[in-house]
């Protein structure tokens, strides 16, 4: 059975992603930037964990060469792996900027590329998901740089659907919050479920849902699944 390849896949909606395809019987691939309990966790469940920090482009072309080296095809590719600095907490514009464009969008540009062949070596229909966000198609005010990375990663969507038709579905998924943080306040919580429509904070499983509903179609290629809970009308 072809695996699935999840960047990023050692926490929140990633780590979701990674255990419930590893409970329903199919193989998983596994990167993450730094080790964590999580990370042992998966590889006990029988993940294949791949260190890679994808501000360095010689560890992904070290992870292509790996993929490529252990594995002759792919059931799918996750893009997950992100960053979420903003502009308040660093003054080096230019430097953030450059981070967050090689995170959100060249890793997985290159990732795409250097890996198709495994995709369209898959026996069915394969796919891509590249993890966006909300603020895609709004922008943001305090993340400047991330945003646009994300938009960025969107188009990324839009080409990589034309060019691997039909042998390859590519798509977007597009949170905004399925999941608090720990260290998030009583009063944040309440102000930030005040900006959806369905006032909840779903939980991981919502990603999930996401993902299997894109694994199982049949006819949705570059499209943006947005799980806002109507956000975007407020």
């Known amino acids: 059975m072809s695996p699935v390849l999840i960047t990023g896949g050692a926490q929140r909606l990633g780590l979701a992603m990674a255990e419930a395809l590893l409970d329903q019987g199919t193989p998983v ?16 469940k029988g993940a294949k964990v791949l260190q890679c920090d994808f501000a360095d482009n010689a560890a992904i072309t070290h992870l292509i060469h790996t993929v490529s080296q252990q ?6 590719i996750i893009h997950n792996a992100s960053d979420w ?18 995170v959100h969008v060249s ?3 290159q990732i795409n590329l250097g890996l198709q062949e495994l995709l369209l070596n898959h026996e069915t229909v394969a796919d891509i998901i590249h993890m966006t966000d ?3 198609v709004k922008g943001s005010k305090k993340h400047i740089a991330y945003a646009a990375s994300k938009a960025a990663l969107h188009n990324l969507t839009l ?5 691997l038709a039909p042998q390859v579905k590519v798509n977007s998924i597009a949170p905004a919050l399925l999941m608090f943080n720990e260290h998030d306040s009583d009063t944040y919580k309440a102000k930030a479920l005040k900006k959806s429509l369905l006032e909840i904070c779903p939980g991981a499983g919502e ?7 894109l694994f199982a179609s049949d006819f949705v290629t570059g499209q943006t699944m947005h799980l806002d809970g109507g956000r975007h009308l407020k």
Request: charged share 20%; net charge neutral; no cysteine.
């Open 29 to 44: 691939i596994v990167t993450y930037r730094t080790e964590k309990p999580s990370v042992r966790a998966l590889a006990e």
């Open 71 to 76: 594995y002759s095809s792919l059931r799918a």
């Open 85 to 102: 600095d903003q502009e308040s907490d660093n003054p080096d514009y230019a430097g953030l900027l450059t981070k967050m464009m090689q």
């Open 107 to 109: 890793a997985p540009y």
């Open 134 to 136: 909300y603020v895609q």
């Open 159 to 163: 080409s990589f659907s034309a060019l």
């Open 207 to 213: 990603a999930v849902k996401a993902m299997q509903f």
